[in-house]
């Protein structure tokens, strides 16, 4: 079974940094372009990262460049997005999805409050 797990999300307060993972299981994740996501309460899912699938290409979207970066181990099939100067407007369930095989993760909080 195909599988994204989130994990890292937590409650910080602005101009924090968080760290979160996504471990991938039961399919080829090295084959893969992955993305991640995120969804505010009231909002519409929205496009944070996307990488292809070596690690080369990495777009991000406007509201988070330059603070956020999203890499990957292919050895260890695990997918990451370094938030950094994070702000109010941060706060979202945060998830991975592998476009491609429309496979979803179940997605991870983070919290940005003083």
């Known amino acids: 079974q195909a599988l994204l797990v989130e994990s890292g999300g937590g409650l910080v307060q602005p101009g924090d940094s968080l760290r979160l993972s996504c471990a991938a299981s039961?399919?080829?994740?090295?084959?893969?372009?992955i993305r991640w996501y995120r969804q505010a309460p009231g909002k519409e899912r929205e496009l944070v990262a996307h990488?292809?699938?070596?690690?080369?290409?990495?777009d991000y979207g406007d509201s988070v460049k330059g603070r956020f970066t999203m890499s990957r181990d292919n050895r260890k099939s695990t997918l990451y997005l370094q938030m950094n100067n994070l702000k109010p407007e941060d706060t979202a369930v945060y998830y991975c999805?592998?476009?491609?095989?429309?496979?979803w993760g179940q997605g991870t909080q983070v919290t940005v409050s003083s």
């Open positions: 039961g399919f080829n994740f090295a084959a893969y372009a």
């Open positions: 999805n592998a476009p491609l095989i429309n496979l």
């Open positions: 990488i292809d699938s070596v690690g080369v290409r990495r």
